[in-house]
């Protein structure tokens, strides 16, 4: 499948629209919080696929549900965009038989998105959530609990342009990086 940027994108150098990716996955964990969602929607706003998917990035954020233990959102998010236009099809699995062709779709997805982890192992070192927030704030937060939520918000958690808002900036430049790189998006 490959689309095309939504009009109001059209026109812009490769670098701009980058750039611009940045600034939206910005915006939108500044002003929406949730590190998948907002990584989603940015690349909704640019791609304008079925806006289904930005519901189902809700909960994928903050190392799983808030809970700060597992994956970063932002790269749960971009890898969920990433398989929208890349992920194996329901009609290319089965219940019943083995099909390799079938198989290599899957593989094809997974070596896609595991472009997008590259870039986070290659700029941070890791994947995992707390480990990231370890590097940015001197320690990680339970975003469940009140006083947790309000010393990371202190922190500059949704404030401060070098903390949580730049890590889904960066998930959704990659990301749209990636989908151009692998021909899913035409300028």
Not at 30 to 45: E, F, I, M, N, R
Not at 50 to 56: H, T, Y
Not at 131 to 154: K, N, V
């Amino acid at each position: 499948m490959k689309v095309k940027v939504r009009e109001k994108y059209q026109g812009l150098s490769r670098q701009a629209l980058l750039d611009k990716a940045h600034e939206l996955g910005t915006n939108y964990e500044k002003y929406s919080t949730g590190c998948s969602q907002s990584t989603v929607a940015a690349l909704h706003d640019i791609l304008g696929f079925d806006d289904s998917l930005v519901r189902a990035a809700s909960s994928c954020c903050a190392g799983q549900a808030a809970q700060v233990v597992g994956t970063c959102g932002g790269l749960i998010g971009g890898t969920l965009v990433l398989d929208y236009y890349f992920g194996r099809p329901v009609e290319k699995m089965s219940d019943k038989e083995l099909n390799q062709d079938d198989v290599d779709v899957l593989l094809n997805a997974m070596g896609i998105a595991k472009l997008l982890y590259d870039k986070y192992v290659e700029e941070y070192g890791t994947i995992i959530c707390p480990h990231i927030q370890t590097q940015l704030f001197g320690r990680h937060f339970y975003l469940w609990d009140e006083e947790e939520l309000a010393i990371f918000e202190e922190a500059g958690g949704h404030s401060d342009p070098g903390k949580c808002v730049n890590i889904v900036g960066n998930a959704v430049r990659w990301t749209l990086e990636i989908l151009i790189d692998q021909g899913a998006v035409e300028l």
